[in-house]
């Protein structure tokens, strides 16, 4: 148990060495991931349109990130993190679809949800997988619509996240390189960030090789 109430599951290491990364690559980014799951005036047109060119510019060389390793922390999550299998899971920021297959196999449906329409461009499609261009600021889905909301590597919207969760839901946070991911908040802080939104919850959080997870449970 960590100080701030959730549950801290033992790591499972990392089978090579973490890659080195300057601080310069992830500590700006991080920053901003922080702002924006705090302070609700963080995310404006202006971020909003920085946020997407840069990503726009990204995805050609985007499926170069992928491979085995990026996908098991998400694995993970859904499995020791106790993520029910079967309903709707909105996956955040999906970008090219490198997380998406091991969503695809543990939900009924999954709606992968990215700014950049280049990224979308980019990924494959496949049954049961609904590619949408939208700002997860603004979901275009109804009060209680998912069953399962999934950042991996993406920005947390608190409030609109508790608006499409239902009762009982969860919100997976992953960051694939962990705390030297760009888009990377600290177990204790995806909580702090959510609670005022979700209200009542129980967390879960854990390593897995060079990445790190969070499974918040609403109440
Ligand atoms: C770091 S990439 C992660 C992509 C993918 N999840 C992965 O791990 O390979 C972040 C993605 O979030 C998208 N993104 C950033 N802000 C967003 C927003 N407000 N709404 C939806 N998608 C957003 C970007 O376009 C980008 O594709």
Redesign the pocket.
């Known amino acids: 148990m960590t100080t701030s109430g959730l549950v801290a599951l033992p790591p499972l290491p990392a089978t090579s060495p973490r890659p080195e990364r300057a601080p310069d690559a992830y500590l700006p980014m991080q920053q901003v991931t922080e702002q924006i799951a705090f302070l609700p005036d963080a995310?404006g047109a202006e971020r909003?349109q920085k946020?997407?060119e840069?990503?726009?510019n990204?995805?050609a060389e985007?499926h170069t990130?992928?491979g085995p390793d990026?996908v098991a922390p998400t694995v993970d999550a859904l499995e020791r993190g106790g993520v029910p299998t079967g309903g709707v899971a909105l996956?955040?920021?999906?970008?090219?679809g490198?997380?998406t297959p091991p969503l695809a196999e543990h939900f009924d449906y999954v709606v992968s949800?990215?700014?950049?329409a280049a990224?979308l461009c980019l990924a494959e499609r496949r049954a049961g997988v609904g590619l949408v261009r939208?700002?997860?600021?603004q979901l275009p889905v109804g009060p209680g619509g998912a069953d399962v909301v999934v950042c991996?590597?993406?920005?947390l919207?608190p409030d609109e996240y508790a608006r499409v969760l239902r009762p009982g839901g969860r919100v997976v946070f992953v960051s694939?390189s962990g705390d030297e991911t760009?888009?990377y908040l600290p177990p204790e802080k995806v909580v702090a960030a959510l609670a005022p939104a979700l209200g009542r919850l129980s967390a879960v959080t854990s390593q897995c090789g060079h990445g790190s997870w969070t499974v918040v449970a609403r109440a």
């Open positions: 995310w909003r946020v997407q840069l990503f726009e990204l995805a985007w990130r992928g990026r996956e955040i920021g999906s970008g090219t490198l997380q949800v990215d700014l950049a990224m939208a700002d997860a600021s991996v590597n993406a920005f919207f694939t760009p888009i």
